[in-house]
Structures are given as C-alpha cells and as structure tokens.
C-alpha cells in the first residue's frame, strides 16, 4: 500500500523560506496526481491554500506557492510570518476516485 | 458563501452504528463539478479521507474503510450522510464534511466545522 509522506516538522525563522515536502513511498509525485495543499490551526477547519499542484486559493497570499521539486510536490513559503506557524498537510489524487492524505507537517515559525 | 454544516451523536458506543449528516446551504448542491465528501481527524493526529459522494449517489471510499461505510444524498435537503458500522475507540475522531472539486482537478475547497465523535460505553 502506498503512503503518502511529509516531514513531521519543520521550524523557519520570520522573513525565511521554507519548502515543505510531499512524497510517496513507492513512485514519484507528479502533476497528475493533482497535489493540493491545507493549512489547519488547532481547532479549527483546514483552510484550501494550493490545488493543482500550483494554482493558489482564492485569498491565499503569494508567499504560499505549490510545485514539483524532483519526485515530490512541494510547498514553499516566501517570507514566513508568524501566522504561518500551523500544521500543513498535502492531499494526492491515486486514481479511482481515492484521494489520499499525507501524515501532516508541523511548522513552527521562530 | 458555501456553507456546510455537520450534525450527529457526539457520542456513540462500542460495536454501533455512527450515523452523521451534512447539510449544505449558500450554494449549489447537484453540479457536475464536485462531489462532497467526508474526512476526519483524530484527536492529535492527521486527517484521513473516508469517502465522497456525487449527487446522483455515486460514490467512492477509502478502501481502508469501505466495508464498514455507507454514504447517501438527498438532494431535496441538500444534505449527504455517512453511516459507518461497529465503532471502536480507533474510530473517535473529528468527522468533517466538504465540498470535494472533481471537475478535471481533485482537491477540497469549502469545509464544515466539524463534529467531535466520542466512541465509548
């Protein structure tokens, strides 16, 4: 069974760029499994910031941008700010309509 | 704007049935574009899909799930459900629903609040 992976955490300092990771444990990411990305604060609902690996949600800034990088989709942040620090978790899309998670990063802007 | 909204037992007991409903008000119910779906989180862990349902009542499943679960739309009510069978403690979680974009893109874009789910005796 293939799992989707991401780093448990990760920690930016203000002002700093940071690229969060999303993997499989078998196979390469690719556009084609449709890579979308949530932002999700303790108690609250995820928030929609990428779809379609790289196209931003209505609202979201432009710090926040989606890609490819190598065998994985990737989110990277320009400028991190305090309001950032959340935990971010990727979906991917594997085909006969499953859509998959990935375990969730917690990132700590400090 | 699109509003989904949970409702259900916050608490169910061991081996029974989870029975919850969304209802979906602001916005279209029956589109091409999307089916509405449901996820959850268990209490500090990460989130997992468990299905989503288009407004004819076709469905998919997390496979993982796909023997104990059972989603339905009334499209009158604008409201989708989910029935999963014999609840164990593994399965207290907050249960979410969303509105699950399926037009040539796959990805989450409007989420209700969530519902605490307690399995327990």
């Known amino acids: 069974q293939t799992v989707v992976t991401q780093e448990p955490s990760f920690s930016v300092s203000p002002g700093g760029t940071v690229t969060l990771t999303c993997g499989l444990t078998?196979?390469?990411?690719?556009?084609?499994?449709?890579p979308s990305w949530y932002q999700q604060t303790p108690g609250q609902a995820p928030r929609t910031l990428i779809y379609n690996t790289n196209t931003r949600s209505s609202g979201v800034p432009d710090r926040f941008s989606g890609s490819i990088l190598g065998n994985k989709a990737a989110l990277t942040i320009t400028g991190a700010q305090a309001v950032d620090e959340s935990d971010y978790y990727c979906v991917l899309y594997m085909g006969s309509g499953v859509s998959v998670f990935g375990g969730g990063t917690k990132l700590t802007v400090l | 704007q699109l509003q989904l909204q949970e409702s259900g037992p916050g608490l169910v007991k061991p081996s029974e049935t989870l029975s919850l409903t969304c209802t979906v008000s602001?916005?279209?119910?029956?589109?091409?574009?999307?089916?509405w779906g449901w996820v959850r989180q268990p209490p500090g862990k990460g989130l997992e899909w468990i299905g989503s349902i288009y407004y004819t009542g076709n469905t998919y499943y997390n496979p993982s799930l796909k023997s104990r679960l059972t989603m339905s739309v009334d499209t009158s009510k604008s409201q989708f459900s989910l029935s999963l069978t014999s609840m164990t403690a593994a399965d207290t979680a907050v249960y979410s629903c969303a509105r699950h974009m399926w037009s040539g893109y796959f990805f989450f874009d409007y989420w209700g609040q969530g519902a605490l789910v307690t399995v327990s005796s």
């Open positions: 078998s196979g390469s990411v690719s556009t084609y499994y449709y």
């Open positions: 602001g916005g279209s119910f029956s589109s091409s574009s999307y089916y």
